[in-house]
């Protein structure tokens, strides 16, 4: 599976971006998909998850009520809307793909198959 990520860029504080990670190689819709971030000095960390069908999501509490995962099988793209950004959402970016909904290691990286590049995200003040 390769997974490219992309649509990151510099926005101000409050403001919006989407992101989107297309997959090729698999049948898109055999994969759960998550989106992780990694800011500078620190460890990557879990944002979202999307089931197969997009009827289970989960988010981590920092980002929940102002991002929303989304995906479209038929185009084999998975998105992240990010609205009211705040300085703390600066990182990179990543999507990842593994083949299991399990609530209870969503958020560890371990768990996922398959990652893309990453795109950078800078919030600014």
């Known amino acids: 599976v390769q997974l490219q990520a992309s649509g990151g860029g510099l926005v101000q504080a409050g403001g919006s971006l989407r992101l989107s990670c297309a997959a090729s190689?698999?049948?898109?819709?055999?994969?759960?998909m998550g989106w992780f971030r990694q800011a500078p000095g620190k460890e990557r960390e879990f944002v979202a998850v999307?089931?197969?069908?997009?009827?289970?999501?989960y988010y981590a509490d920092s980002v929940k009520g102002r991002f929303t995962i989304s995906r479209e099988n038929a185009k084999n793209t998975m998105y992240l809307q990010m609205n009211s950004l705040k300085l703390e959402d600066t990182a990179v970016y990543y999507c990842?793909?593994?083949?299991?909904?399990?609530?209870?290691?969503?958020?560890?990286?371990?768990?996922?198959?398959?990652w893309g590049q990453g795109t950078l995200v800078t919030v600014s003040s």
């Open positions: 999307i089931s197969w069908s997009g009827g289970r999501k």
């Open positions: 990842a793909a593994r083949t299991s909904y399990d609530s209870s290691s969503h958020s560890n990286t371990d768990e996922y198959d398959h």
């Open positions: 190689g698999r049948t898109f819709s055999s994969l759960v």
